[in-house]
């Protein structure tokens, strides 16, 4: 796989990396439901071993616990990838979740993600959501002097808007952004992209198949059985009307992924990475199959009729 610059970084990334939001398992309020640390370990084998050089997870996915799963599944290998991880949310001993951009708590969490990482520095350490916002400004100023310290390497951001992207660039410079993006949700297409651009930040986008919808695994028999401690039980996408309508999308994709032998996700994935704003995309897999099913999209991409024919229907289905 072909790799690029990721903003202002000395980082070459692949086009896709390694989401590790699903495999922190359930039991905390944004879990997947259950999951086997040993099938996620393989799948994040089977991607590096593919050609995939990062991973990118967070602090608080399974509280804790996707950070462990990665460092048990990099214990021994010779070819690190690189390693990219989230502060701002914080758990008490219930498991309860709250966001702090305070100094104090932005180091004790640091340490600790290097301590479960088995590292001794972050490639890339982002501020997970900017919340509370008026602790931006305190948070952004902590990592920039973690940077200075080593504790890690480069600093970005998620889920910021165009105003506190600005609000950051007048502390320190901003390796990259990681916002939603995907089919489904473009949102941050109109304002958020372009200025990216402009700014050379980097982006990396997180949901490109939209949580497992548009892989063309999804039924509604599927998302009826998912169990109660997985968060898409209760989004809207995954609820009618908007199910039926995105399962339609789905069809399209599948019919432009068979002419290639692909599979919806990896078009759904494609599609993302058309955007010139781009670097590149954050796809998950809970197991060495799944991996299968979207590392395609590495190397795929669309040609003019084809996004054509699924902006058609956007268009016709908004």
Excluded at 5 to 23: D, K, M, R
Excluded at 57 to 75: F, M
Excluded at 138 to 158: C, F, H, M, P
Aim: proline share 5%.
């Amino acid at each position: 796989m072909q790799t690029k610059q990721l903003g202002n970084s000395e980082l070459h990334i692949t086009p896709i990396g390694f989401g590790a939001w699903a495999i922190g398992g359930g039991g905390w309020t944004f879990g997947w439901g259950e999951q086997d640390d040993q099938e996620s370990i393989a799948a994040i084998n089977h991607a590096l071993d593919l050609g995939i050089n990062w991973i990118d997870t967070a602090a608080v996915y399974g509280l804790g616990h996707s950070e462990e799963v990665v460092a048990k599944a990099l214990k021994g290998r010779s070819d690190r990838p690189y390693i990219f991880t989230k502060c701002s949310m914080i758990w008490d001993e219930k498991g309860k979740i709250g966001n702090s951009l305070k100094a104090d708590s932005l180091r004790q969490e640091v340490e600790a993600s290097l301590r479960r990482l088995n590292i001794e520095s972050i490639d890339l350490y982002q501020i997970h959501w900017p919340n509370p916002d008026s602790e931006v400004e305190e948070g952004w100023t902590t990592l920039a002097k973690l940077k200075d310290e080593g504790k890690v390497r480069y600093i970005g951001v998620s889920n910021f808007n165009v105003q506190q992207l600005q609000r950051a660039q007048k502390i320190a410079p901003v390796t990259s952004l990681q916002p939603p993006y995907s089919l489904v949700k473009p949102d941050v297409e109109n304002e958020i992209l372009p200025f990216c651009k402009e700014n050379n930040i980097g982006v990396i986008v997180y949901s490109p198949m939209q949580s497992g919808l548009l892989t063309g695994k999804m039924t509604p028999e599927r998302v009826a059985d998912f169990p109660d401690d997985d968060w898409r039980k209760n989004n809207k996408e995954f609820q009618e009307p908007r199910l039926s309508r995105n399962l339609k999308l789905v069809e399209v994709l599948q019919h432009i992924g068979e002419k290639h032998g692909r599979s919806p996700g990896e078009v759904a994935i494609a599609w993302t990475l058309n955007n010139p704003a781009l670097t590149a995309a954050i796809v998950g897999g809970r197991n060495p199959k799944q991996v299968e099913g979207i590392i395609g999209a590495g190397e795929f991409r669309l040609n003019q009729q084809e996004l054509d024919e699924i902006e058609t229907f956007i268009h016709e289905n908004p």
